[in-house]
C-alpha cells in the first residue's frame, strides 16, 4: 500500500473554536511541499484525491470547512474541480495572475456555491473585482509590519470579505491581530497558552486537580475512586451517560458508578473519568478538550501498533499534555500536586522515554512536520491511520457527551 501525505492545519474562529483546517500537499516524510510550477496541478489534484476518496474528508475534518489551495486551471476551468461546495473552501493562491480569465472563474465558483479565500494577500487597489467575490482574506502578518498590517485592514474592511490573519506564533501577535478585528486565526499559537501569573487558581481547578490525584494515584482502591468520581455530580453523570450511548453498545442499561468500574476495568474507567473531568472546564474552549482527547487516543494507539504494554500511561500523556492549556499555568506547576510516574512526568516535561518519543510524534502529526513525526518502527501510514481514528473517536466521544 503506497503511503499517502496531507498536511493538516486548523483555523481558529474568535472563541477558539476550530472553524475548518487547511488541507496541504506533503510529498512524504521529509515534509516536502514545494512543487514546481509544472507539478503544482498535480499537487492539488494529490491533495483532492487523498482528502476526498482515500481518506475521507470527514475524518479529516468532521464538519468543519476544508480550505483547499487551487492552482489557476482548477479555478478558470469550469470542468476541472469535482467538488461539491459544501463544508469546501478554494483558497487562490498569492502568485496567480489577476486577469480577466481568474476573475470570471471565480464568478462561476461562487455562482456555484462555493467560498472563495485569497491566500497571502498583499493590498491592491487594481484587485478590486477579484476582491469583491472572496468571502474570506488570508494575511500572512510575518511579511507585514504593524503598521502595513493596520493598513491592510483598514482598507480591507470596506469589503465584505472576513479577515484570516496567517503565521500567528505567539500569544501577543494573536492578541493584536485579535484587537484589529481579524475573524480568524492561523497558527501554532495555541500551542502558547496564557499563562496567569500570582493569581490563585480557582476554586473548580483546585477541585478538579484534587480529583485527577486521586484518579491517578495507583494506591486508591476501587471504593475510593467510586467515591472520588461520584462526588462530582456532572462527572458521574457524564459517565453513566457515555457507558449507556450508542460509543459502547452495552446489552443491558448500568445504572451505577461501581458497575461501570467493574465492567470498564479501573484503568480504563479512570482514563475516561479523567478525561470526563477536564471537559467540564466550561470557562475553556470545547476545541482545546478535542485537541486533549485526539493527542490521548493517538499516543494510545500508537502504542497499540508497536506492541508496547500499560497504554492507558500513553493515553494519560496525550491527554495530559494539553493541561497547561486547559489550566492556564505552565505544565510542570500543574503536574506538581498529581501522583504520576517519572517515566509521564518526563514525557510530559522533557519527551524523554518511550512515552516522550509517542507524545513528540504526536505532536509534530498535530502541526505537519512529518519529518519529526516517527515512532518506534512505525510506518508513516501507521501514523497516518492513527491520527485519523485518533480525530474520529474525538469526535465520536464529544457527539456521545
Known sequence: MADIFIGRQPIYNKNLGVYGYELLFRAGHNNAA???????????????????????????????????????????????????????????????????????????????GF?????????????????????????????????????????????????????????????????????????????????????????????????????????SDIEELEEAISFDVAISYKILKLINSAFFSMQRKIESIKQAIVILGRNQLRSWASMLALSNLEDRPSEMMHLAMTRAKMCELLAEKANLPSRESYFTVGLFSALDILMERELSEVLKPLPLSEEVVAALLYKKGVLGEALKCVLSYEVSDFANAQFQTLASNDLFVANVEAVSWANMVTDAL
Not at 75 to 89: C, G, H, K, W
Not at 175 to 193: A, I
Open 115 to 219: 467560498t472563495i479565500a485569497l491566500d497571502d494577500y498583499l493590498y491592491n487597489p487594481s484587485h478590486k473585482p477579484m476582491v469583491s467575490l472572496a468571502s474570506i482574506i488570508k494575511i500572512d502578518i510575518m511579511q507585514l509590519s504593524e503598521k502595513e498590517l493596520i493598513n491592510h485592514v483598514k482598507q480591507l474592511s470596506k469589503y465584505k470579505a472576513q479577515l484570516l490573519a496567517e503565521k500567528i506564533e505567539t500569544l501577543d501577535e494573536y492578541e493584536f491581530c485579535q484587537d484589529l478585528g481579524f475573524d480568524y486565526f492561523q497558527g501554532y499559537f495555541l500551542s502558547r497558552p496564557r499563562i496567569i501569573k500570582g493569581e490563585s487558581l480557582p476554586t473548580n481547578k483546585l477541585s478538579l486537580l484534587n480529583l485527577l490525584a486521586i484518579l491517578q494515584n495507583p494506591d
Open 34 to 112: 514545494n512543487v514546481s510550477i509544472d507539478s503544482a496541478d498535480s499537487a492539488t489534484s494529490v491533495t483532492i484525491i487523498n482528502s476526498f476518496m482515500e481518506m475521507g474528508l470527514d475524518k479529516l475534518v468532521g464538519n468543519r470547512k476544508a480550505f483547499i489551495n487551487l492552482t489557476k486551471r482548477f479555478l478558470t476551468d469550469e470542468d476541472a474541480l469535482p467538488l461539491l461546495p459544501e463544508n469546501v473552501v478554494l483558497e487562490v493562491l498569492e502568485d496567480i495572475d489577476v486577469n480577466f480569465g481568474l476573475i470570471k472563474g471565480l464568478e462561476g465558483l461562487v455562482k456555484r
